[in-house]
């Protein structure tokens, strides 16, 4: 009865973590759908502003030295990395492989400083013992994206601490497919063109001034980069988890499965056993 009475708890536990599991699938699943909205409602406003910087600098054929972003920091002794994680995990094995490439893009032995979006990518430098020079781990990562890219131009054209930026996170595929993506962020180099020549800016009126507009504009322009990318991790983080609980639920029902058939094959052990000891007490009174 001892071992019947413990099948029956695990049997209930098991039927708990299903119930949890699946409403955490369901809820990533929703927001999922929230983030892939999210980054089309963006995509229109990105590419304008990437047509309009394109425009500019053809307009006044400028050269890059006038634009800090847009060169390289030939001073600068280190690189500057963006890592972008997850405050929280049950999201299978999406921070481990983004931590197992990054340890093969920058190896220890670079002088690379680091700022960190997400405690799991936090932790991971602190374990590794490399240099975190910034934390946004704290409340929405959204909010913070404004002190960083902040903090990126002051080191890259003010303090000329760093040769190149880059940007670490998980783009986002589609539900199943996560992939680790480093993109670099300065120098920002060539700023791709618009495809069509009608879809450039027309001629029109700038004020103080076109230089003083684009030199506004670039931070403006790597805020969105930026941004972008953390539409994307936020998806694949919400994508991963639903998967990791799809899976715990799959795995909880078939525990399920298990122990009922254990259970029942107890039961009815234990029923033989009774009907047995009737019987031969029926025989022995006879």
Not at 46 to 59: D, G, N, R, T, Y
Not at 136 to 151: P, R, V, W, Y
Not at 194 to 211: A, C, Q, R, Y
Not at 233 to 253: G, I, L, P, V
């Amino acid at each position: 009865m001892a071992r019947i009475r413990q099948i029956k708890r695990r049997i209930r536990a098991a039927k708990n973590i299903s119930q949890i599991t699946r409403a955490m699938e369901m809820v990533a699943a929703s927001k999922i759908k929230k983030s892939q909205e999210a980054a089309l409602a963006g995509k229109p406003y990105a590419q304008k502003i990437q047509e309009l910087i394109s425009f500019l600098l053809a307009k006044i054929r400028v050269k890059e030295k006038k634009y800090p972003l847009l060169m390289k920091n030939e001073k600068g002794e280190k690189i500057l990395v963006v890592l972008i994680s997850t405050n929280k995990g049950l999201c299978g094995g999406l921070n481990s492989a983004l931590f197992r490439v990054l340890n093969l893009w920058f190896p220890q032995e670079e002088p690379i400083d680091f700022i960190s979006f997400g405690i799991k990518g936090r932790n991971f430098i602190l374990r590794s013992k490399r240099n975190l020079v910034a934390d946004f781990s704290q409340g929405k990562f959204l909010e913070n994206i404004g002190a960083l890219t902040d903090l990126i131009v002051e080191g890259y054209t003010q303090q000329k601490k760093y040769r190149q930026v880059f940007l670490v996170y998980n783009n986002f595929i589609n539900a199943l497919k996560q992939v680790p993506t480093k993109d670099l962020l300065l120098p920002m180099g060539e700023i791709p063109q618009p495809e069509k020549e009608e879809e450039k800016v027309g001629d029109f009126l700038i004020e103080p001034s076109l230089e003083e507009v684009l030199s506004s504009l670039l931070p403006h322009y790597l805020e969105v980069s930026i941004r972008k990318a953390f539409i994307e991790a936020e998806a694949s983080e919400h994508a991963a988890r639903m998967m990791a609980m799809k899976a715990a639920t799959d795995n909880a029902k078939s525990l399920i499965e298990d122990l009922t058939l254990q259970y029942n094959k107890e039961r009815q052990q234990i029923i033989t056993y009774e009907i047995a000891d009737i019987i031969t007490a029926k025989e022995a009174i006879e």
